[in-house]
């Protein structure tokens, strides 16, 4: 069965770093991304950053361009992202999602399924 699991998050300061991780097993890697999303409350749920299994495409939503960076290993079929320079309005619940499509821009697909969601929180 197709699942993905975070890990990370948590309680950061402002200009501090976070790591997430997902590790994703039993999908297939035609035309699959990973994607970040984020939900803060009373907001939609936006997709930040995706990369794509085949060709380590990647796509960075304008808010997060410079800061986050997305990075993959094969060996553990885990997708990482790295948060650094977290502002206040970086908090929210993250979730890792896998979806078919074939291109990363704008985090847009046929979502096969969610991460769990983790917290992240920024403040002093």
């Known amino acids: 069965q197709a699942r993905l699991v975070e890990s990370g998050g948590g309680l950061a300061q402002p200009g501090g770093s976070l790591r997430l991780s997902c590790a994703a097993s039993?999908?297939?890697?035609?035309?699959?991304?990973i994607g970040w999303f984020r939900q803060a409350p009373g907001k939609e749920r936006e997709g930040i950053s995706c990369?794509?299994?085949?060709?380590?495409?990647?796509y960075y939503t304008d808010s997060v361009k410079g800061r986050f960076a997305l990075s993959r290993d094969n060996a553990e079929n885990a997708v990482y992202l790295q948060m650094n320079s977290l502002k206040s309005e970086d908090s929210a619940v993250y979730y890792c999602a896998a979806l078919r499509s074939t291109h990363v821009a704008g985090c847009v697909g046929t979502i096969e399924a969610w991460g769990q969601g983790t917290r992240v929180t920024v403040s002093s």
């Open positions: 990369i794509s299994v085949t060709d380590d495409s990647t």
């Open positions: 039993g999908f297939s890697l035609d035309y699959l991304i």
